[in-house]
């Protein structure tokens, strides 16, 4: 089982780093990346957990291929879709962060209080 | 005091992952469980749909809706950004005194841009019976869109005709699904024959709806990057 | 010995991405945050392939190390490229 | 299988929009009312059928437990003809009231807002659900920021950093879900779920609540809303209110009730809802801009729903949905005359609209009628979903419940004492300036007193909802009932 606890602490360590670097840092920007550090830590968990140790990638060819010894190939489906969303929702997000940056002159997000309680 | 009280949020929502994911069976229980639906696509998927890349199969038509949902959130992405960056003045292009590319880089650009298109169409079409697949094959055809962007300013990407491509991909997509419901049975089945497994011509609508995928992929993030770098502030 | 070997290369991978990741949260300029999380993409595309998984492993490397870069650095062109304090 | 129709005919006239737009510009903004009058006529042609039995759609060919496939049943037909009723008013709304900005793209994103909220209802799969979760969030996110000022673009930042984390907890909490059991059916997972104790299981709740909750803006996790909602162009509020708060109570209670079950959780939830109740009331009390005040008393409302639903019996979550439905009604109605109120006086604090009532009668009026129902007086619609959820509180005679009704009564007093403040701004206070008051346009006072007409007609036969009601709670609270369906 050390094959999957590495990548147990690869997934979730990206995304602690991930969440971490959303909640303590000021730069908008900043607080992008780590948002796309987080969901690439939870594409690899998604990966992990269809994963089989010493099967092979569900694709069948001409001479190889017993689908007995193949991974999960759903999760790998999910991923896909969920690679797609994070980069809508990323260039959205880029689009906002320029736009908020002509109306204040400034990226921290301390300093960007329009709207109060 | 905020990293203190963020440290130990995340302290907490990581000790809770690592339990959790050490206690559950990933992976291991699903080798001798044949009515799963993973294990199912592997058995029968091949027979069924003749794609060869099972997560193909997977992707286009058993799971099909979802990668319409996904398709519909990029279209949303590109025409959010046109929205948000909508601005009430008709403004004029963005006359910068940026230097031009060298001409090393420009000869580059152009030469390169057919490879690069031509390549990322070669992965979408052989979706069902490779690696890659709409999404790949689409974002390398945006990749070639943004080296032309790089390179070779005085070109202009033709919105218009993007758009209509964008739109005409999108509308086949779900006319497909819709053939599927009348000539089948639901929505987005498979009603074309399988033909040779391991050819190019195989696979029934799934080629076709990958292609149209690999469209309207392309089109949609090279708009994206379009309108992120021709926004002008 | 060859199990062994690909261990170790997928804890290294592992342990590089991970560092790419703290980098990515740490430094100052933006821009070489940016290169920094595309790393960690790259690796994570490597990773993708060793897990036997080459559909996702093609769609990480061309939209999380290419494409998102590519948006990441443009934005940051249009903005300011200096995390300010 | 028609049940499909009312997915894909908004999403392939989103998709056809850039085509209709070459042939004219002015076709986007009746494309949203000609979907919605479709989805508005399905769902009522299906409800009666779906009533008997819950009808499965299959997608792409396989059977329930291995492909996708739509639930239509009593729940999720009626709410998606609720969207589709508040969805019709609010395009026909906004065909007159969205004059700037670009406005095909506007509609495109309007129309798939819906087409999301409507998938989200029908889904029976948790990744699918999923899917078209992020459709309605990230339309959302766009829409809060179309008017590009300062606090849209602001809010909308705010907005699309929560969802995005609560998104990506939602995808944890389905990673953990399926490496426990392999599969992504709702009803899959239900059967298993039983047989498994296990604190992943718990985890994996916990994830999903808090994602869904984001959207639902339980307590914890509605920092966005009063932004988002009060900077938001006005038809965007009243969807927000009205169908995308909706759509995150109704994954939260999917969750709780038919994928896990379990009743220990309910209570902390209960808990949560009345705390959220309290906290958007008072928030809510305390405000002097009209357009915030409604969307902290959204929250408000959002806490009693919550409430009413981990009550946990059928009356209790019959209840709830009584108060969903006159809640999406009211407060489309409020922040849509509140919209022409704000844009005709020019200011959204509360003062600038003194004795605007004698000068906009139709308008006001309507708000009035909207608020009363709001705070529960009788001939109207909100009076029976309240009286509803105190009786289902008080079946079980605990003790328990009868100080969570009081305090219940208590945000009622306060949301009666604001409400009434704006009824008194509106009407009996002297306008303080002249300012010529150009005539509200019909596209407006049409929808919205169509609006009106319904509050008032099932305020006074609530009747006519209550076996809808009962089947759709049970729809919900009736884990083995959905399992037998779905998988046959």
Redo the contacts between chains.
Sequence with gaps: M???S?????C?????????????????????????????G????????????G????????TTGS??E???????????????????????????????????G???LRK?R??K? | MRILISCVLLVILSLGLVFALEQAPFGSNQIDNADKPGRFYLNQGMEKTGAANVVTSVVVTYRGFDTLGEVTILFIAAIGLGAVFHSRKKVKRYEKEKQSASLILQTGCRFLFPLIVLFGTYVFIHGHLSPGGGFQGGVIIASAFLLLFLGCEEKKIPMKSMNTVESLAGIIFVGIGLAGLYWGESFLENFLPRGMDYMLLSGGVIPIIYIAIGFKVGAELAGIVAGLIERNP | MEESLEQILELSLTLLMLGGAVCACVFKDLLNAVIAAAFVSLMAAILFYFLQAPDVAMAEASIGAALTTAIFVIAIKKTKRVEEE | MVAVLLIIVPLGLAFAMPLFNFVSKRIAAYLPIAAMVCNLILSILLLPSVMENTRIVILGGLPPPLGIHLVAGPLGVGLSGLISLVGLAVSIYAWGYIKQGAQDKYHALYLLLLSGATGAVLTGDLFNLFVFYEILCISSYALVAYLGDRNGVESAVKYLIQGSVGSGLILVGIAILYGMFGTLNMAQIAIHIDNVDSPALFLALVLLVTGFGVEAAIFPLNAWLPDAHSSAPSSISAILSGIAIKVGIYAVARVLFTIFGVAVVFQYVLLLGLATLLIGEICAFSQDNIKRMLAYSSVGQVGLIVFAMCIATPDGVGAGLLQLVSHALSKAVLFLGVGYLVARSGSMSLSSLNGIGKRMPVVCFACVVAAFSLVGLPPFVGFAGKFLIVRAALAGKSIFFTVLIGIVFLATVVEGAYFFRMVQTLYFKDAKRQIEYKKVPASASIPIMALVVFIVALGVYPDVLLPYLKSAAADLLNKAGYIKEVLG
């Design positions: 050390f094959h999957q590495t990548y147990f602490v690869g979730v360590g990206l995304m602690i780093v991930g969440l971490y670097t959303m909640l303590t840092k000021k730069n908008l920007i900043k607080v992008i990346i780590g948002l796309s550090l987080f969901e690439t939870i594409y690899l968990l998604l990966v992990v957990v269809g994963y089989i140790q099967a092979t990638a569900p694709i069948f060819s001409r689908p007995a193949m991974v999960d190939p759903t999760p790998q489906a999910l991923v896909l879709t969920a690679i797609v969303i994070g980069v809508a929702v990323l260039a959205l997000a880029l689009s906002l962060t320029i736009r908020l940056h002509e109306h204040y400034t990226l921290n960007i329009g709207l309680w």
